[in-house]
């Protein structure tokens, strides 16, 4: 069984840093890029940034670029995500999720196979 297990959500205050982890089991996701999404109420699920698994490329949003950085470390099969320089704006559920395409970056959330159940996260200004 597939899971994406999120961590390390909270209320920070704007400026402030957070390390968000995804812990995957289940299956390898060698060939799979791994994607981190959010969610503001009453918004769309908003993509955030990705990695190819396998090689460590990434992509992130403009919003986000500069800002968060997101990594991998395979012998613990986990995903990161670091949020430095918060603004109340970053406030959303935050989702991780597995993306099966083998090359390329996808920004679509229905591109993505498996999902995290999410951790909020929550700036004030």
């Known amino acids: 069984q597939v899971q994406l297990v999120e961590s390390g959500g909270g209320l920070v205050q704007a400026g402030d840093s957070l390390r968000l982890s995804c812990a995957v089991s289940?299956?390898?996701?060698?060939?799979?890029?791994m994607g981190w999404f959010r969610q503001a109420p009453g918004k769309e699920r908003e993509f955030v940034a990705v990695?190819?698994?396998?090689?460590?490329?990434?992509y992130s949003a403009g919003s986000v670029k500069g800002r968060f950085t997101i990594s991998r470390v395979n012998a613990e099969n986990t995903v990161y995500l670091q949020m430095n320089s918060l603004k109340p704006e970053d406030t959303a559920v935050y989702y991780c999720a597995a993306d099966r395409a083998s090359f390329g970056f996808h920004v679509r959330a229905s591109d993505y196979e498996y999902w995290g159940q999410g951790t909020q996260v929550t700036v004030s200004s």
């Open positions: 289940g299956r390898t996701f060698s060939n799979y890029a």
């Open positions: 990695i190819r698994w396998s090689r460590g490329s990434t």
